[in-house]
């Protein structure tokens, strides 16, 4: 798993290190890395997830759980590749946890292939833990002031920038990385040193900038790794090589957690809470924060970023947490057992070393929001009741206020809220099919419109040539019919000659309906007056009921050609009539209202049209009627008429399988008031 960043170290206009970065192509917005940044280091923007250098505490928790490896610390190898390159003494100070990262390799091995990759010394940094607890002892002897521990540099960071004001109760010794250093340099003040430093965190990165004159580089084992490899060195098969001085004793317990207390004999006590440890990302802000509060005041508080130095980010090996700290245990077991440290050594370096410290208020804590501006944040995102703070963690926030309290900050966005989202989504995607209706009703109204527009030029054409000829045979035919005897054979023949005759003048005549070009004539109408007298004058069967419902209406005064609407009405409830036979039934004509539009609607309860057919009723020419009982320009005529009016008909119906109730709805809606009063 590729963790760490093809270039080397970059920097900010600031000047602050870009420790860990992005890489933007990976990043999926999960927002896993902001869920687990004990910082809130992470901005989200663009909808990509971005370190913030200058909060940063360089706990690598982000790298470590990126499923994409789009987070990733900066490259060391440059350093080091260069260091090995000088003619100064090369030390690798390696960290105690290297027995989980090599596991299934011999300590002497690994040194063997440290060595042969170019290291003139390899120490181990658990030396400089065993001075850290001696320093531990010699504060808690001398002074009786409640401390945090300063060994992980990740509190560290996080103290100085998010709890300055607990800055002073930070233990004033260096971590076991400087104390190795220091000693390192004291051994070999009379020759030039290179120091390496070789473990799982992240964060020493950082720690050795904040220090350039004690440590020169630091690679973490995934860094370590990759030289080996470029290197061509194998350390299953590197020639045996013991650790160069000096010796450790039980410093190497510090890579577990609570292994500093084991380290300086001192234990955690549940009675009491002279000492206590947290580790991880949650609990260790959790006890800093109740420590601030003044909930506890143990003696010392030993705070580590991850569960121990085994879970750093700077790992590679993906076995159990629990294997790893078997590892550790056992080699510290095995190792003890085989070498003693000198104690005189440690009173001599300790004589002779500051191991002491102090550490900076670097407060980079954001202004907090005023409730009403968290209260108009959450009302952005529709929360306007705590009920609707459904606190789902999905945007990597524990709850919905701290989310909206980061987008004050400018650390997050709206968007990160996953009910948020998912509700504009629908709301899109609403609106969309409701663009994708709108579009087809356009498009079937363009297309119907050229279709009529083309059909309308056709039919006068026929109609001004058919016309007159047709004329001359229905005058022809109608005296020769009054000269034919009634019974004779011939009668019946000359009457077929009239009547389809008689036809085609019908036909003809409503081409010429359909193709005129006269205008609308619009004329203020008392709509509902208009419609109670027009239906006095409606033909219909006995077995056909037509109601009328006008309540809906509040303004009955329209725009309309009363002419024009009558053939519309006239056309749609002939057809309704025709459509119920034999059986008969029910015809509604009901008036709604509205502020532009008026609407006529005219409903049946007969057998309803076939789906097949309802894109094609308003084609000229089209009908369903046996040869001689239709023309098919009914509906087309009233088409054209409710598109001169500047209308929409829509049509609703079942029929056949469909869900009941069967029959069919004509909607017409017409604006109120004309814009001239000829429309074209």
């Not at 390799?105 to 658990?126: I, M, N, S, W, Y």
């Not at 020639?239 to 577990?256: H, I, K, M, N, V």
């Amino acid at each position: 798993m590729k963790k760490i960043s093809d270039k080397p170290l970059e920097k900010t206009e600031n000047g602050h290190p870009k420790l860990i970065t992005t890489i933007g192509d990976r990043c999926k917005v999960c927002y896993t890395c902001v869920r687990d940044c004990p910082a809130k280091a992470i901005r989200i923007l663009n909808g990509q997830a971005e370190v913030i250098p200058e909060r940063c505490v360089g706990c690598g928790n982000c790298v470590r759980v990126c499923g994409q490896n789009a987070k990733q610390y900066y490259n060391s190898i440059y350093e080091v590749e260069r260091i090995l390159r000088t003619d100064a003494l090369k030390v690798a100070a390696i960290a105690p946890s290297f027995p989980a990262e090599f596991h299934g390799v011999t300590p002497e091995k690994l040194v063997g292939a440290l060595r042969q990759r170019g290291f003139d010394l390899v120490c181990e940094v658990a030396f400089g833990a065993d001075i850290v607890s001696l320093e531990y002892q010699a504060l808690f002897e001398r002074d009786a002031e409640p401390r945090i521990g300063s060994t992980c540099p990740g509190i560290v960071a996080f103290v100085e920038k998010y709890h300055p004001e607990l800055v002073e109760k930070l233990a004033p010794v260096v971590s076991p990385m400087l104390a190795t250093a220091k000693a390192l340099r004291f051994m070999h003040r009379d020759e030039k040193l290179e120091i390496v430093f070789i473990g799982p965190c992240v964060a020493k990165k950082a720690e050795a900038m904040r220090y350039p004159d004690a440590i020169d580089a630091v690679l973490t084992f995934s860094e370590l790794k990759t030289m080996l490899e470029d290197g061509d060195v194998d350390p299953e098969k590197a020639e045996p090589s013991d650790f160069d001085p000096p010796t450790p004793g039980l410093g190497a317990l510090y890579a577990l957690s609570g292994g500093i207390l084991k380290s300086a004999g001192m234990e955690e006590d549940l009675l009491n809470t002279k000492i206590i440890c947290a580790d991880g990302k949650n609990n260790f802000v959790t006890a800093l924060q109740e420590f601030e509060k003044g909930s506890f005041k143990p003696d010392l508080l030993e705070l580590l970023c991850c569960y121990g130095c085994v879970d750093g980010a700077g790992m590679s090996v993906e076995t159990s947490p629990f294997a790893r700290r078997n590892a550790v245990s056992q080699y510290v077991k095995e190792r003890i057992d085989k070498r003693k440290p000198d104690d005189t050594l440690y009173e001599r370096i300790r004589e002779k070393v500051d191991f002491a410290t102090a550490f900076q208020d670097d407060d980079h804590r954001l202004p907090q929001p005023s409730e009403k501006e968290i209260e108009a944040i959450l009302a952005k995102m529709g929360k306007f009741s705590v009920e609707e703070e459904l606190n789902c963690e999905a945007c990597g926030y524990k709850t919905c206020r701290e989310h909206a309290v980061a987008i004050h900050k400018g650390l997050a966005e709206n968007e990160m809220c996953l009910p948020y989202t998912i509700e504009r989504l629908k709301k899109s995607l609403q609106d969309l099919k409701l663009s994708h209706d709108q579009l087809e009703q356009t498009k079937q109204a363009l297309f119907n419109a050229e279709k009529l527009a083309s059909m309308g030029q056709l039919s006068a054409g026929i109609a001004h040539e058919i016309n007159n000829p047709l004329g001359v045979i229905l005058l022809h035919a109608n005296l020769l019919l009054d000269f034919v005897d009634k019974h004779s054979d011939d009668y019946e023949d000359v009457q077929l000659i009239v009547e389809q005759a008689e036809r085609c003048r019908k036909i003809v005549s409503g081409l010429l309906d359909f193709a005129r070009s006269n205008k609308v004539i619009l004329q203020p109408v008392d709509i509902v007056e208009f419609i109670n007298h027009y239906m006095k004058s409606i033909m219909k069967n006995d077995n056909v009921e037509i109601a009328v419902d006008t309540s809906k209406i509040d303004d009955p005064m329209v725009e309309i050609d009363k002419d024009q609407i009558a053939q519309v009405l006239t056309n749609l409830i002939v057809n309704a009539c025709e459509a119920m036979q034999p059986d008969g039934g029910k015809i509604t004509v009901a008036l709604e209202d509205s502020d532009k539009y008026f609407k006529i609607i005219v409903a049946d309860d007969g057998p309803g049209i076939p789906k097949e057919y309802r894109t094609k009723i308003f084609e000229p020419l089209f009908t369903t009627k046996q040869i001689g009982k239709g023309t098919g320009l009914g509906l087309a005529v009233t088409y054209g008429i409710v598109k001169m009016h500047r209308g929409q008909i829509t049509v609703d119906s079942s029929a056949g399988n469909e869900p009941e109730p069967k029959g069919t709805k004509f909607t017409i809606a017409i604006p109120r008031k004309g814009e001239n009063d000829n429309v074209a």
